[in-house]
């Protein structure tokens, strides 16, 4: 069992930033990939980013690519996203999730947390 709590939402106005964070306890925190997801009302959930259990590989959804950045502390078990240049196309519901290999598909993730909104305003 994984549980995962996502915390830093918030509202922000369009051309600002927000690191959001995952906490991770259970297994060891270490050996999964990580990826953050977002559902904007009405719309299906997405991939945004992801990263492997060492931190060496990430991937980004094309509509992100250059403005948010994932990263990992596996020390303190904990994932980030920090997003810069935020639009308002990008506010949502983030929710990160685990799986055993790295995918921009849901259905490959296991564990999920419970998400933390994010609203950006024009």
């Known amino acids: 069992q994984v549980q995962l709590v996502e915390s830093g939402g918030g509202l922000v106005q369009a051309g600002g930033s927000l690191r959001l964070s995952c906490a991770a306890s259970?297994?060891?925190?270490?050996?999964?990939?990580l990826g953050w997801f977002r559902q904007a009302p009405g719309k299906e959930r997405e991939f945004v980013a992801g990263?492997?259990?060492?931190?060496?590989?990430?991937y980004y959804a094309d509509s992100v690519k250059g403005r948010f950045t994932i990263s990992r502390d596996n020390a303190k078990n904990t994932v980030y996203l920090q997003m810069i240049s935020l639009k308002p196309e990008d506010t949502a519901v983030y929710y990160c999730?685990?799986?055993?290999?790295?995918?921009?598909?849901?259905?490959?993730?296991?564990?999920w947390g419970q998400g933390t909104q994010v609203t950006v305003s024009s």
């Open positions: 999730a685990t799986a055993p290999r790295l995918s921009e598909y849901e259905d490959a993730y296991d564990y």
């Open positions: 990263i492997s259990w060492r931190g060496g590989s990430t």
């Open positions: 259970g297994r060891t925190f270490s050996s999964y990939n």
